[in-house]
């Protein structure tokens, strides 16, 4: 058997070649069939996809099968029981999302080659993106003209009944597809590091399984909520903003801020003109920085941003969206920040409320940031710090700057200015950057970032070191090898956050994986958290198994060391609640109550 990598054209028959299994760790394997595979289907905003067509090409034998799905009525293909083959797709959470909806079982090994090529490409831009038109673009393959794809996708998004004529254009549609993949999978072999490529396949399938569970969503509430938004919006901006005083109707009056902020002794950033910044970012910081800002934040993000009939919910009651795996820099994921209940303002979240005898749990990592550093770095120190489960008040006690008894409670000051510091060098925060979050001096804040460097030398020296790496070698890498390419013009505060970050990424990947395989709902993946769902007699033993899944995920991450993970369990009738946006919910749902007894 030759190896998958030093194959020339797969498609030319013979031998499938040597592929690790869905472990980075995993003995290799060999596949006796691969099979090319791509869906036509119609997705409705939160629905799940209607299956239109499959088309299935065996690589080895050239065996192909076109089949039919639109009436229900379809045979299965014969790779959907070949558990021993290769499955292969370009973004197969779309193809895996279509087995979910017919009842199919997923396929156990798949190499997603849309995850390959962004591998590939990450930090670089190809001439023409990241789709399957990108991917052939860039090794000079051919490619349906983009104008006749537009209008294939546009025939089957009407849905059907689709004509004879039609239903023939479809499946010859679908089969451009597999052809492409035929193509493609002989060009971008030689660059697999095969077992990781398998491993990120793997957590395709999990992807597949949260887009199918989806959050259960408040209908009820989010239709009051869409029919009164307009009056909603105006009580909300007179409620919110008497504190403030920078609205002129529903307008957001700049100068009106500047005198606010003037009156409240605000320093507010400018640009090199004069003019204040309004970015989210900037409100986001400085809302941070001074509390009082929080609700104008909240205020804005909800006025400016968020469209109610953008959030993509089912007929089921249903938040459902593409999760867009792989997306980021780092590999963590995209969705869309208004389709996506978890992308709108955090109050918004309320929504999300678990069904009669249902219960909901988030369970996350506690301070994930700074245990994943600290475990990679070596640094025995700042280990101890995420051991004691308070590392930032360890860390005052490292300065020097609280006694050894100490704790959250007798100096939340001091312990909040510190956390500042961590979760700024985490994000190659400087002194000037600090110093606005902490609302103090330059000085101040450089005294800050000296004692984190006296306090975890190997951090820094580990921290330095990868920014090191990056730039001599023209790329840098997480433990499971999702790479970042520097381009001409390297950003280094992201360079030396990306271990952190994207290793992050790795650790939630493989929970998915673990807590979707030990059969629990995963609902949606959040950052460095899982929403799940389960019955309500028996939420308590799904967030064990899930907390198991996360512990196992940072021990293959981190070599054996184990995170510690919290959670929140939610059962029925209760909602749902992000603290950030408690006070905002409150106000909303308050204006609702006037609103509908003023209609009575």
Same mark, same amino acid.
């Given at each position: 058997?030759?190896?998958?990598?030093?194959?020339?054209?797969?498609?030319?028959?013979?031998?499938?070649?040597?592929?690790?299994?869905?472990?980075?760790?995993?003995?290799?394997?060999?596949?006796?069939?691969?099979?090319?595979?791509?869906?036509?289907?119609?997705?409705?905003?939160?629905?799940?996809?209607?299956?239109?067509?499959?088309?299935?090409?065996?690589?080895?034998?050239?065996?192909?099968?076109?089949?039919?799905?639109?009436?229900?009525?379809?045979?299965?293909?014969?790779?959907?029981?070949?558990?021993?083959?290769?499955?292969?797709?370009?973004?197969?959470?779309?193809?895996?999302?279509?087995?979910?909806?017919?009842?199919?079982?997923?396929?156990?090994?798949?190499?997603?080659?849309?995850?390959?090529?962004?591998?590939?490409?990450?930090?670089?831009?190809?001439?023409?993106?990241?789709?399957?038109?990108?991917?052939?673009?860039?090794?000079?393959?051919?490619?349906?003209?983009?104008?006749?794809?537009?209008?294939?996708?546009?025939?089957?998004?009407?849905?059907?009944?689709?004509?004879?004529?039609?239903?023939?254009?479809?499946?010859?549609?679908?089969?451009?597809?597999?052809?492409?993949?035929?193509?493609?999978?002989?060009?971008?072999?030689?660059?697999?590091?095969?077992?990781?490529?398998?491993?990120?396949?793997?957590?395709?399938?999990?992807?597949?399984?949260?887009?199918?569970?989806?959050?259960?969503?408040?209908?009820?509430?989010?239709?009051?909520?869409?029919?009164?938004?307009?009056?909603?919006?105006?009580?909300?901006?007179?409620?919110?903003?008497?504190?403030?005083?920078?609205?002129?109707?529903?307008?957001?009056?700049?100068?009106?801020?500047?005198?606010?902020?003037?009156?409240?002794?605000?320093?507010?950033?400018?640009?090199?003109?004069?003019?204040?910044?309004?970015?989210?970012?900037?409100?986001?910081?400085?809302?941070?920085?001074?509390?009082?800002?929080?609700?104008?934040?909240?205020?804005?993000?909800?006025?400016?941003?968020?469209?109610?009939?953008?959030?993509?919910?089912?007929?089921?009651?249903?938040?459902?969206?593409?999760?867009?795996?792989?997306?980021?820099?780092?590999?963590?994921?995209?969705?869309?920040? =208004?389709?996506?209940?978890?992308?709108?303002?955090?109050?918004?979240?309320?929504?999300?409320?678990?069904?009669?005898?249902?219960?909901?749990?988030?369970?996350?990592?506690?301070?994930?940031?700074?245990?994943?550093?600290?475990?990679?770095?070596?640094?025995?120190?700042?280990?101890?710090?995420?051991?004691?489960?308070?590392?930032?008040?360890?860390?005052?006690?490292?300065?020097?700057?609280?006694?050894?008894?100490?704790?959250?409670?007798?100096y939340p000051e001091i312990r909040e200015q510190y956390k500042a510091c961590v979760l700024g060098v985490q994000f190659?925060?400087?002194?000037?950057?600090?110093?606005?979050?902490?609302?103090?001096?330059?000085?101040?804040?450089?005294?800050?970032?000296?004692?984190?460097?006296?306090?975890?030398?190997?951090?820094?020296?580990? =921290?330095?070191?990868?920014?090191?790496?990056?730039?001599?070698?023209?790329?840098?890498?997480?433990?499971?090898?999702?790479?970042?390419?520097?381009?001409?013009?390297?950003?280094?505060?992201?360079?030396?956050?990306?271990?952190?970050?994207?290793?992050?990424?790795?650790?939630?990947?493989?929970?998915?994986?673990?807590?979707?395989?030990?059969?629990?709902?995963?609902?949606?993946?959040?950052?460095?958290?899982?929403?799940?769902?389960?019955?309500?007699?028996?939420?308590?033993?799904?967030?064990?198994?899930?907390?198991?899944?996360?512990a196992e995920a940072s021990r293959a991450v981190l070599d054996g060391f184990e995170l510690r993970t919290d959670a929140?369990?939610?059962?029925?009738?209760?909602?749902?609640?992000?603290?950030?946006?408690?006070?905002?919910?409150?106000?909303?749902?308050?204006?609702?109550?006037?609103?509908?007894?003023?209609?009575?």
């Amino acid at each position: 058997m030759m190896a998958l990598a030093e194959q020339t054209a797969v498609s030319a028959g013979g031998d499938i070649g040597t592929i690790a299994r869905s472990s980075p760790t995993a003995a290799p394997a060999s596949f006796p069939r691969v099979w090319a595979v791509d869906f036509e289907y119609v997705a409705r905003s939160g629905e799940q996809p209607r299956p239109v067509c499959v088309v299935a090409r065996e690589l080895g034998s050239g065996l192909e099968e076109s089949i039919w799905l639109a009436d229900g009525s379809g045979p299965r293909p014969r790779y959907v029981d070949d558990h021993e083959s290769l499955f292969v797709a370009y973004f197969a959470p779309a193809e895996l999302s279509c087995h979910l909806a017919l009842g199919w079982p997923l396929p156990k090994n798949v190499l997603d080659l849309f995850v390959e090529f962004r591998a590939a490409q990450n930090g670089r831009q190809p001439v023409a993106g990241f789709g399957l038109l990108g991917a052939l673009t860039h090794y000079g393959l051919p490619a349906l003209d983009a104008v006749e794809k537009d209008e294939m996708r546009a025939l089957i998004l009407r849905g059907g009944p689709y004509s004879p004529e039609e239903r023939e254009a479809i499946l010859a549609y679908c089969k451009t597809d597999v052809v492409a993949l035929e193509r493609l999978l002989p060009k971008m072999a030689p660059a697999f590091d095969v077992p990781r490529a398998l491993n990120r396949g793997r957590y395709q399938r999990a992807v597949a399984e949260m887009e199918h569970t989806g959050v259960p969503i408040d209908t009820t509430v989010l239709q009051q909520l869409e029919t009164s938004w307009d009056d909603v919006r105006v009580q909300l901006i007179e409620r919110s903003d008497v504190a403030y005083g920078v609205y002129e109707g529903t307008r957001f009056c700049t100068n009106r801020f500047a005198s606010y902020l003037e009156r409240e002794g605000i320093a507010w950033p400018r640009t090199p003109a004069g003019n204040l910044v309004l970015d989210k970012d900037t409100f986001k910081e400085q809302a941070r920085i001074h509390p009082q800002l929080k609700i104008l934040k909240e205020l804005r993000v909800t006025l400016s941003q968020m469209k109610l009939s953008d959030l993509a919910v089912g007929s089921d009651g249903r938040n459902r969206c593409m999760l867009s795996p792989f997306s980021s820099r780092t590999g963590r994921n995209q969705p869309s920040t =208004s389709r996506f209940i978890f992308g709108p303002s955090a109050w918004l979240r309320s929504l999300i409320k678990p069904g009669s005898g249902k219960a909901v749990a988030s369970i996350d990592w506690s301070q994930q940031e700074f245990g994943i550093p600290a475990v990679l770095s070596g640094d025995d120190a700042m280990r101890e710090a995420y051991v004691s489960g308070d590392p930032y008040i360890s860390f005052a006690k490292l300065a020097g700057a609280v006694p050894s008894d100490a704790t959250k409670r007798t100096y939340p000051e001091i312990r909040e200015q510190y956390k500042a510091c961590v979760l700024g060098v985490q994000f190659g925060m400087g002194a000037r950057g600090l110093a606005r979050r902490l609302n103090t001096s330059e000085a101040v804040a450089r005294q800050l970032l000296e004692q984190h460097r006296r306090s975890f030398p190997k951090f820094w020296a580990w =921290s330095d070191a990868a920014v090191d790496y990056a730039m001599l070698r023209g790329r840098i890498h997480t433990v499971f090898g999702w790479p970042l390419y520097v381009g001409s013009d390297p950003n280094p505060r992201m360079l030396r956050n990306f271990p952190t970050q994207a290793n992050g990424a790795e650790m939630l990947r493989l929970a998915c994986c673990f807590a979707t395989e030990a059969g629990v709902r995963v609902c949606a993946p959040i950052h460095d958290a899982l929403l799940i769902e389960a019955d309500s007699d028996d939420i308590e033993g799904a967030v064990e198994r899930t907390q198991m899944a996360m512990a196992e995920a940072s021990r293959a991450v981190l070599d054996g060391f184990e995170l510690r993970t919290d959670a929140t369990i939610v059962r029925y009738p209760d909602r749902y609640v992000d603290e950030r946006g408690v006070e905002m919910w409150n106000t909303v749902m308050a204006i609702l109550a006037d609103l509908e007894q003023q209609a009575d």
